[in-house]
Every structure is written in C-alpha cells, then in structure tokens.
C-alpha cells in the first residue's frame, strides 16, 4: 500500500506530534484508573476534535486510543483490578506476580507484550486495510444492507448475556434512529406533535451518554471506598532484562496477537474479548497449564498483545466498511461525522489523506506509549490514587460542554443526560449497550440503503437474490445466529442437567 504522501507527512508536523504525545499520556493515564475506559476516553474527546482540523482530530483520538488500551495493564498489575475491560486477563498473572514481590516485572512483560501486538496489529493495518478496500468499492445499496444485518447479528449475536436483550437492545436503537424527518422524503415519524424531535438524535450526546455516564453511575457504589495499590519497582534494566528473554515466548505473542486481530475486525468484538480468548489459548498450549494463575509471565503476554494487536484489527472494518470494530471506533465514527466525512469504502478513495494519518498515527503512537510506559509509569502509579470524588464531577462537565459545543443546543444536553440514565437502567436490566448504539448509527444508513435497492429492484426484493456478496453476508448473519441459539440451548441445558 502506497499511503498518501500529505496525509503521511502531516503526522510529523511539530504540533500533530505534540498533540499526539499527549493524547497518548493522557490516554494512559486514564486506562490506569479503573472505571475510565477507552470508550469514555474517546467520546470526552471527539466534540473536541469539532475545532480541530480533521486529520489533527482523528490523529488524537488515534493517540488516546491506544494510550488507554495499554494503560489498562497497571491497575491489572498493581490493584488486581482491570483499569479496562480489556485488561481482565492480565490480572490472573500480573497480580500474583506483584504479590511475590515481581510487580516492575510484571510491567515490564505488560509494557514490552503491549509494544509488540500494536506493532503486528499495524503492519495488519497497513496490509489488510486497502484490500478490503478494493474489494468494498464493489459494495451497492444491497450489499450495504446486507452488510449491517451482519453487523447487527454479531452484536446480537455476542451479547453474553441473553440473545434476547441484544435483539431488543438493538430494535431500540433502530427505532431511535426512525425518530425524525425521513432522509427519503422529509415525513416526520415518532416526532409525538413536538418541534425538537424533528431532527431526530444527534449521535454524539447518545453517545456520550450512554457509554460516559451509565459508566460514572456504576461507579459510583466504589466511591470513597480505600484503594490498596501494591509497591512496585519499575526500571529501564528490569524492562532490557525482560525484552532480552522475550524470545523465549515468540511463539505465544504471535498467536494471541493474531487472535487479538482476527477478533478486532470483527464488527463490535475488539479487545474487550480477545485477551480472554487469547489466554485461554496460552493455558490450553502450555506445558505447565497449572502454573497459569500464579503468576505465570505468557499469561500477561498473552492478554497484553492480544489487546493492543486488536486495536488494529478494530480500525480496519472502521476504515473500509464504516463499520466499526469495537465500542471504541464506533465513538470514532462520530468524529468522521462531525467534519462531515463517511467511513466505509469511498473513504480510501476520497480521503486517502486520512486513512494514511490514522494508519501512521497509529505507529508513532506506539513509539510514543513505549517510551512513555518505560520513563513515567510511576506517575501512572501515582494516578491510581486519584479521589474519583473529584474525577466524576470534571467528567461530567466535560460531557455537557461536549453535547452542547456541538450543535450549541440545550436539547442535545437533555439528551445526553436521558441516554445517560436510561443507559444505567438498561446495563442494570441486563440490556446491553452496544447494539442500542450501533443500531441508532447504523439504522439511518440501513433505512436509505434498503429503499435504494428496493427501488432499483423495481420495487421488488428479488434483486438481493441476484447479489453474490449480499447472500454471503445474509448467510453468515444466518449463521452467526443459529449458532448462538444453539450454544444458548446448550448451556441451558447444562445447567438444568447440573
């Protein structure tokens, strides 16, 4: 792939660096406290990136991205507690090995395991993205709808919980998206006689909402409560010790960075998942299966490249299909949105310079965390120690500054506050978020997508049976769904035999 040569040459301006320097120490100061995650990281900051140019905005959310991935490990390592969803694993291994006195070790496998997954994540990045682009461009108004049933299905399809609450979870979020004047012929639908449900929801305060504070109130039965955070002794020779013994478990890092990958470009999967699947694989590959738990160093290999290399992965379906990889670039979308930019197929096309400021963006942020990690991980230690009392009422400002700055409308900031609680409601029901999110986006696109090819089917649904690649996707939709009742089936089953 020949990356456009502006969009490249951008990341390397002075302040696009200074931006991105610091969106990565800010992004891992956040991973380290438990209770801020990627997605909240990123939704904070996409309304910022409104008075940005947008390949400095994108660059910066680039940045954040994989700073709060990565940060996650030290909260893991050091409190026992995942400071994201997609350091759950990394406590299994790292904790114990604090415990008997190993935490800069710990670390340092965290930090060199993190360094290494981004980087075959990347090179997935820069390989895999234009040709799925090609094969994108190929893409009609069938395909398209096709394409996000399929998407829909596998966030349904993952919803851990119930197989019912993410259909019902995503029919909401399809119905919020019919809120408006219709895109096709401007007739109102589900506007209930009021002027300001007009113009639908905006995406980004639904957004913010749901992810920001249904997350701060869940939180909040943790606030006041004492934090223990374990001592450990980080340094650059501890670090050169354990890259020098990384070869011993080359192996295992390829291996979970290509399950982190693979999982990654599935639609709504990403990272929050890989690092479990990808531990199971370390144990059940081991020799010595019974030393994971204990403080085994694959295990936090595992977890930690998987993570990071599933960022990768996650950007790719986000940059030639529009769809996004997890809950994290589907926050992204938004800011593509705001300065008016579509991701999916056309974009490589249209806006190559953007594509190529992401995909390198994404490089120089990772020498960027390297660096970090290595030289400052004691003030992300330090960090842990934050009183979320004062943390909590800055995010929610920033939160309403965000809903409001977009549009300057107070309606987006009752929005942002009814998502918000009504989030709260749905999470504690068992509902989950993701596809109420991803349908609301998605549900626009699918709408217009749908009555496109229905016309050019001379209003008839007999051209789908004519299109390769819509059958494919409907099929495996099909698929993914049969297979998720049947293992639903099973585990019932299981458990009324136990």
Request: proline fraction near 5%.
């Amino acid at each position: 792939m020949f990356l456009d040569l502006t969009g490249t040459s951008f990341v390397f301006e002075p302040l696009t660096l200074v931006v991105m320097l610091a969106g990565v120490f800010g992004g891992l100061i956040i991973g380290a406290i438990p209770g801020l995650t990627s997605t909240m990281a990123v939704a904070l900051l996409v309304p910022v990136t409104y008075g940005m140019e947008a390949h400095l905005g994108l660059a910066l959310l680039v940045a954040v991205y994989m700073g709060s991935i990565s940060g996650g490990l030290v909260a893991a390592t050091l409190l026992n507690i995942p400071g994201t969803p997609s350091s759950v694993a990394t406590t299994f291994d790292a904790y114990p090995m604090t415990k008997r006195g190993e935490g800069g070790k710990a670390l340092a496998y965290g930090v060199f395991a993190s360094f290494l997954g981004s980087m075959l994540g990347f090179v997935a990045l820069l390989l895999l993205a234009p040709v799925l682009g090609k094969f994108a461009l190929r893409f009609g108004p069938y395909e398209y709808f096709a394409l996000v049933v399929f998407t829909l299905t596998c966030i349904v399809s993952i919803s851990r919980k119930s197989l019912l609450k993410g259909a019902v979870s995503a029919l909401l979020g399809l119905f919020l998206a019919m809120v408006g004047l219709s895109e096709i012929d401007g007739i109102p639908r589900f506007v209930f006689g009021t002027d300001w449900l007009q113009s639908g929801f905006s995406v980004m305060p639904v957004l913010i909402g749901m992810f920001a504070v249904s997350q701060l109130l869940e939180d909040l039965a943790g606030l006041g409560k004492p934090v223990a955070v374990m001592k450990a002794d980080f340094s650059f020779r501890e670090f050169r010790q354990v890259a020098l013994s990384f070869r011993h478990s080359v192996w295992n890092l390829i291996r979970s960075s290509l399950i982190g990958i693979g999982i990654g470009i599935l639609p709504g999967t990403g990272s929050g998942l890989s690092n479990i699947v990808a531990y199971a694989q370390a144990k059940n590959s081991s020799r010595e299966p019974d030393s994971f738990g204990t403080g085994n160093p694959d295990g936090i290999i595992a977890s930690e490249s998987s993570n990071n290399a599933a960022t990768g992965g996650a950007l790719i379906p986000l940059l030639t299909l529009g769809i996004p990889g997890d809950a994290t670039t589907l926050m992204m979308i938004g800011a593509f949105m705001i300065h008016g930019v579509q991701p999916g197929p056309l974009l490589m096309r249209d806006h190559a310079d953007l594509v190529a400021v992401i995909i390198i963006a994404y490089l120089v942020s990772n020498f960027f965390m390297l660096f970090l990690q290595i030289n400052f991980i004691k003030l992300m230690i330090k960090a842990l120690k934050l009183p979320q009392a004062i943390l909590f009422p800055v995010i929610i400002m920033l939160c309403v500054v965000g809903s409001y700055a977009l549009n300057s409308s107070m309606t987006d900031v009752w929005v942002f506050f009814g998502m918000g609680i009504a989030g709260y409601g749905l999470v504690k029901a068992g509902y989950p978020l993701l596809p109420l999110v991803l349908g609301l986006i998605l549900g626009r696109m699918a709408e217009s997508q749908f009555r496109a090819a229905y016309s050019l089917g001379g209003d008839s649904l007999a051209g789908f049976l004519e299109r390769p690649i819509a059958l494919f996707f409907f099929a495996v939709a099909a698929l993914s769904l049969g297979m998720s009742l049947y293992s639903a089936h099973k585990r019932r089953a299981k458990e009324q035999a136990a």
